[in-house]
T-cell receptor, first 113, second 115 residues
Framework: AQSVAQPEDQVNVAEGNPLTVKCTYS??????LFWYVQYPNRGLQFLLK??????LVKGSYGFEAEFNKSQTSFHLKKPSALVSDSALYFC???????????FGRGTSLIVHP | SQTIHQWPATLVQPVGSPLSLECTVE??????LYWYRQAAGRGLQLLFY??????ISSEVPQNLSASRPQDRQFILSSKKLLLSDSGFYLC??????????????FGPGTRLTVT
């Protein structure tokens, strides 16, 4: 079985400050990890993924995430938040041989001007 | 480039009426296709997925059904809607067998309100 935990329902950060959205996972075998962003009344947009290789992956809109195998974490980060980053963020995991990802419940990011 | 379409964008239907939501993908072949429902702007519930024409797997028993009549077409249906079927329905695709990308790409969604 595979699972994802996003421990924070909401993260508040001031514009210009660094942001972190947390994600921990559980999966059998090597994990494929993903972050998606959703704006109101829109579908999810793919941000970045970790499949193999460098633990620090960079994605769209200046976001990056660090894969930590020992802590089974894949936290999303950005050095300087923008008001336009305010949205719902989803972490997802799937095992290498599976077509079915498991999504976290989502974290609402609010960036204050 | 690949594109995913969903329609209609919004739908208001009475209880007991039928439903048909359509999803089509362009620019890729043999994709894996998925239907999700999102309630209250939060978690995603996987309803159905398909790895090929006519191959449908159901994740949640309910009054919904899905069909894949063509490689890049995925349809979500119901014979009689319930109030609890209200929600935001999302179609998604990912690369099928032999593909090199692992992430999913989502359509714009259909907002269904059952009255």
């Amino acid at each position: 079985a595979q699972s994802v935990a996003q421990p924070e329902d909401q993260v508040n950060v001031a514009e210009g400050n660094p942001l972190t959205v947390k994600c921990t996972y559980s999966v059998s075998g090597n994990p494929y990890l993903f972050w998606y962003v959703q704006y109101p009344n829109r579908g999810l947009q793919f941000l970045l993924k970790y499949i193999t290789g460098d633990n620090l992956v960079k994605g769209s809109y200046g976001f990056e995430a660090e894969f930590n195998k020992s802590q089974t974490s894949f936290h999303l980060k950005k050095p300087s938040a923008l008001v336009s980053d305010s949205a719902l963020y989803f972490c997802a995991v799937r095992a290498g041989g599976s077509y079915i990802p498991t999504f976290g419940r989502g974290t609402s990011l609010i960036v204050h001007p | 480039s690949q594109t995913i379409h969903q329609w209609p964008a919004t739908l208001v239907q009475p209880v007991g009426s039928p439903l048909s939501l359509e999803c089509t993908v362009e620019g890729t072949s043999n994709p894996n296709l998925y239907w999700y429902r999102q309630a209250a702007g939060r978690g995603l519930q996987l309803l159905f997925y398909s790895v090929g024409i006519g191959q449908i797997s159901s994740e949640v028993p309910q009054n919904l059904s899905a069909s894949r009549p063509q490689d890049r077409q995925f349809i979500l249906s119901s014979k009689k809607l319930l109030l609890s079927d209200s929600g935001f329905y999302l179609c998604a695709w990912s690369s099928g067998t032999g593909g090199t990308s692992y992430e999913q790409y989502f359509g714009p969604g259909t907002r269904l309100t059952v009255t």
